[in-house]
């Protein structure tokens, strides 16, 4: 079956690290992703990782893939105020068309 | 560039009436994938086209129907709308499978 899962809320203190998990059930799922959505507004690309990849550093942004626990992160360093948002992880199994979204983690983000 | 944009930004309509929603594709893009994000929820595929073909579709009935023309804008229309159909549409674009990039969403309120 298809299904992602994540944890709904996470709160930190500004400068520290947040760190986002997410479970998907399709072991076909070629790419994993990342998005971030602000109040009102769409859905923004942050990352993506390849299923044959381990770890993946974009500037403050750091995702890990366990493929064998079907367990996906996302970690944000030095997290600032400007990062409290919903975060959505999302696989796209067998690389179809498709997307499949988890619920969305929200993120906040305290002086 | 531009980025993916999306018409109207808000609409409210009666129940039974019928919608048109639309989108214009990221630059170089041919791919249009649509999708409906309820209230507090993830976003749930309702289909994708390609070339102007559709290319797939999520768990949607039948009145839910869309168009691509040939500069890659697509359009969603909704026949005899109900209560559960209120939400944010957000349309994203790709070049082929490759990563999608979401547009700002249109919010239909359906009364």
């Known amino acids: 079956g298809e299904d992602v899962e994540q944890s709904l809320f996470l709160s930190v203190r500004e400068g520290d690290s947040s760190v986002i998990n997410c479970t998907y059930t399709?072991?076909?799922?070629?790419?994993l992703y990342w998005y971030k959505q602000e109040p009102g507004a769409g859905l923004q690309l942050l990352t993506y990782?390849?299923?044959?990849?381990d770890m993946k550093q974009d500037q403050r942004l750091t995702v890990l893939l366990n493929k064998k626990d079907k367990h996906l992160s996302l970690r944000i360093a030095d997290t600032q105020t400007g990062d409290s948002a919903i975060y959505f992880c999302?696989?796209?199994?067998?690389?179809?068309?498709?997307?499949?979204f988890g619920s969305g983690t929200r993120l906040l983000v305290r002086p | 560039e531009t980025g993916v944009t999306q018409s109207p930004t808000h609409l409210i309509k009666t129940r039974g009436q019928q919608v048109t929603l639309r989108c214009s594709s990221q630059?170089?893009?041919?791919?249009v994938s649509w999708y409906q994000q309820a209230l507090g929820q993830g976003p749930q595929f309702i289909f994708q086209y390609y070339r102007e073909e559709e290319n797939g579709r999520g768990n949607f009935p039948p009145r839910f129907s869309g168009l691509q023309f040939p500069n890659y804008s697509s359009e969603l229309n909704v026949n005899a709308l109900e209560l559960d159909d209120s939400a944010l549409y957000l349309c994203?674009?790709?070049?082929?499978?490759?990563?999608?990039?979401f547009g700002p969403g249109t919010r239909l309120t359906v009364t």
């Open positions: 994203a674009s790709s070049l082929g499978l490759q990563e999608q990039y």
């Open positions: 999302a696989e796209s199994p067998d690389s179809s068309y498709k997307l499949i």
């Open positions: 990782i390849f299923s044959n990849m």
């Open positions: 399709d072991s076909s799922s070629t790419y």
């Open positions: 630059s170089g893009h041919n791919t």
